[in-house]
């Protein structure tokens, strides 16, 4: 591919609150960065005549943060169950505070080897990096693909790019409201990040 656009979903209630998981809808500052989200994408530079095609998760968050590419620039948006947050399992809506009262234990082993650490029910990086595989092949026989996903999505689907061993990508900070373009080079992948002014 040329280049691949790649954001987290902007702010939702649950980032708000400190929780992971779930299905939030976005805050006031997260349907600021679905606003600007169009004006941010043009400033990227854009291929010429061609439209993005979107990926998104099916959470609503994503969906609603690619609501203005869909409506302002006519993009078509594709959901992907594999684009979905990692899934936490039984600790699906609690904040870390609450993880680590509960499941003291769980706690400590994530922070040991998050990841290949596996939430009760859930999942762990590793199988992440899994599900993520038809996504990366398809990714790389496409052009012009903005993804629109969640903070461990990103990691994985960076790391990958970037070269950047997996058992990393875990602790990658990834910043809400800011838009990555990764332009694939002979030398390696170059990243530019353009940050929301929110
Ligand atoms: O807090 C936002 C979030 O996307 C959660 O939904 C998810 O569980 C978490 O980040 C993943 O990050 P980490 O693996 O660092 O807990």
Not at 50 to 64: E, F, N, V
Not at 74 to 97: H, I, N, P, R
Not at 121 to 136: A, H, T
């Amino acid at each position: 591919p040329r280049s691949i656009w790649l954001s987290r979903h902007g702010e939702s209630m649950y980032n708000l609150d400190g929780k992971i998981g779930g299905d939030a809808d976005l805050s006031e500052r997260g349907q600021q960065y679905a606003k600007l989200l169009p004006a941010l994408v043009k400033q990227s530079g854009l291929p010429k005549d061609a439209p993005l095609t979107i990926w998104t998760s099916t959470l609503k968050r994503t969906g609603q943060t690619a609501r203005y590419l869909q409506e302002e620039l006519g993009w078509e948006k594709l959901q992907w169950k594999a684009l979905d947050e990692l899934d936490s399992g039984v600790c699906d809506g609690m904040t870390y505070q609450e993880i680590a009262d509960k499941y003291p234990e769980d706690f400590q082993a994530r922070d040991d080897d998050k990841y290949n650490y596996r939430y009760r029910g859930g999942e762990s990086y590793r199988d992440v990096v899994i599900r993520l595989e038809p996504i990366i092949m398809e990714l790389e026989r496409s052009e012009n693909v903005m993804i629109i996903t969640h903070q461990a999505i990103v990691r994985c689907i960076f790391a990958y790019f970037m070269e950047i061993p997996q058992e990393k990508s875990p602790w990658m900070e990834v910043p809400l409201h800011t838009l990555m373009k990764l332009t694939p080079k002979a030398y390696g992948t170059e990243v530019e990040k353009f940050k929301a002014d929110i």
